[in-house]
């Protein structure tokens, strides 16, 4: 057993068999730290509807600092039942005008049939990093056409996602290499 777990520790160790996010709350999170100018302590953040998603999202945010953080939903009961435990200002869709002026960063996650955000809800030298983890989508598209603002979307999403699990199968490999030599010892 001992043996076993010191394999284990050699292979996350030597490969990048761990590495990279494999879900999609952590692939939106990786697309925010690639931004080298992003500093999630002082970023204010808002995050649009809640289901296990954006739950996660919500933790893992604030597993890496991020202060600053807002959710915004239909319903204020489902909001608040979520964020009052994490310390998280709520608000509601019909506000968006009041929170998406203090956001810095936006991901929307709803079920929405359609539209939440319009190309023009964004003031036009907005800086903003919006990410739709949506579908139909949450966010307009035509709000990459603005300057300052960077839009991802699911698909975009699902790309990092499967780039991070061809880098994993890449290292099974090496791998499987350190458990022979492992075996062998």
């Not at 490969?15 to 692939?27: C, D, F, K, R």
Request: no cysteine; glycine share 4%.
């Amino acid at each position: 057993f001992q043996s076993a777990l010191q394999v284990g520790k050699r292979v996350r160790n030597e490969t990048e068999i761990s590495h990279g996010a494999v879900s999609h709350s952590l692939a939106a999170l990786e697309i925010i730290e690639s931004f080298g100018n992003v500093d999630l302590r002082n970023a204010r953040i808002t995050i649009i509807g809640v289901n296990k998603l954006t739950a996660d999202i919500l933790k893992f945010l604030q597993n890496k600092g991020a202060k600053m953080v807002f959710l915004a939903n239909r319903s204020q009961i489902k909001a608040h039942y979520l964020a009052d435990p994490l310390g998280i200002k709520v608000y509601t869709l019909d506000e968006k005008q009041e929170f998406l002026a203090q956001t810095d960063i936006l991901i929307s996650a709803t079920s929405a049939p359609h539209l939440i955000i319009r190309k023009e809800d964004i003031p036009e030298q907005k800086r903003l990093l919006a990410i739709d983890l949506a579908f139909p989508r949450d966010i307009d598209s035509r709000l990459s056409e603005l300057p300052n603002v960077q839009l991802y979307n699911i698909r975009d999403v699902e790309k990092k996602v499967r780039e991070n699990i061809d880098v994993r199968g890449a290292e099974v490999e090496k791998a499987e290499a350190i458990i022979e030599e492992e075996i062998l010892e």
